[in-house]
C-alpha cells in the first residue's frame, strides 16, 4: 500500500518503504523523501524572489564547489510542468555518477524546487516512480480537497 505524502497543500502517493521527513528548521517549507537505496526526492517551498535560474545556478554552483565538475542539460519543462524551468545536473561522487533533476515550478500559486538525486543506475531504476510522483504534483490542486 502506498504512503500519502500531505505537506505544504500538496498530497501525492509515493512508495510505502521510502521515509518522507520534514525539515523543522525549515519552518515547514521542506521535506524530504528517502529511498532505501540511499537516493531522495526533495521538495522546497520557495519563497525568496530570486529567478529559476538564479536557484538554479545556486544548486550547480554548490555542486560544482563540492565535487568539482558537473554536467548540465536543460530539459524541457513542458514533459514536467506548464511553466518553471527543469535541469538535469549529473556529477562524480566516488566512482558513482549522480544525477540530480532539479525542477523549479509553480503549483497551486506557490514556487517550489523539487530535486530528486540517485546514483544513475538507481535514478534509472526509480524514474517511472518519480514521474508519477512528478504527474501527480502537476495535477494536484489543493482547492479540490
Not at 1 to 7: L, N, R, W
Not at 29 to 58: H, K, M, Y
Not at 67 to 95: C, H, M, R, T, W
Amino acid at each position: 500500500m502506498p504512503a500519502t505524502f500531505d505537506e505544504f497543500g500538496l498530497r501525492f502517493l509515493y512508495p510505502d518503504n521510502w521515509t518522507s521527513v520534514v525539515d523543522e528548521e525549515e519552518a515547514g517549507n521542506s521535506a524530504t523523501l528517502q529511498l532505501p537505496s540511499g537516493g531522495f526526492c526533495s521538495i522546497v517551498r520557495d519563497q525568496s524572489q530570486n529567478l529559476d535560474e538564479q536557484l538554479v545556478d545556486e544548486i550547480r554552483d554548490a555542486i560544482i564547489a563540492e565535487y568539482n565538475e558537473v554536467e548540465s542539460e536543460i530539459l524541457p519543462i513542458d514533459q514536467f510542468f506548464d511553466n518553471g524551468l527543469a535541469v538535469d545536473l549529473k556529477f562524480y561522487y566516488l566512482d558513482l555518477l549522480v544525477m540530480l533533476r532539479t525542477i523549479v515550478t509553480r503549483i497551486a500559486g506557490q514556487r517550489f524546487v523539487i530535486q530528486i538525486q540517485s546514483e544513475s543506475r538507481d535514478f534509472d531504476a526509480n524514474e517511472m516512480v518519480f514521474a508519477a510522483i512528478l504527474k501527480q504534483l502537476r495535477e494536484c490542486d489543493p482547492s479540490d480537497e
